[in-house]
Nanobody
């Protein structure tokens, strides 16, 4: 069965940290770039970060640059999103997706999507 499964979300205080995981099964993760997206209540889904399949190059939205770090462990078929200095505005459901190109990431067109994990930043 082909699937992506996110984990690691939860409730954290402002300034805290979380590490999200995106684990793939049924396909080889390193054939794809992996994007992280988020959707807050009442807002559209937005791209957060992306890591390429080829050279590991990364992209970050301006809103998370310097606070979030994306990485991948192809041996574990898993991509991570380390989130530091979390802010209340980071509260959202976070999704990972396997995408074939940068344009697919921008278009939020993924071959596979996870079910999402809730991140809540609140005191």
């Amino acid at each position: 069965q082909v699937q992506l499964v996110e984990s690691g979300g939860g409730l954290v205080q402002p300034g805290g940290s979380l590490r999200l995981s995106c684990a793939a099964s049924g396909f080889t993760l390193d054939d794809y770039a992996i994007g992280w997206f988020r959707q807050a209540p009442g807002k559209e889904r937005e791209g957060v970060s992306c890591i390429s399949s080829s050279d590991g190059s990364t992209y970050y939205a301006d809103s998370v640059k310097g606070r979030f770090t994306i990485s991948r462990d192809n041996a574990k078929n898993t991509v991570y999103l380390q989130m530091n200095s979390l802010k209340p505005e980071d509260t959202a459901v976070y999704y990972c997706a396997a995408v074939r190109s940068w344009s697919d990431y921008v278009s939020m067109y993924g071959d596979y999507w996870g079910q999402g994990t809730q991140v809540t930043v609140s005191s």
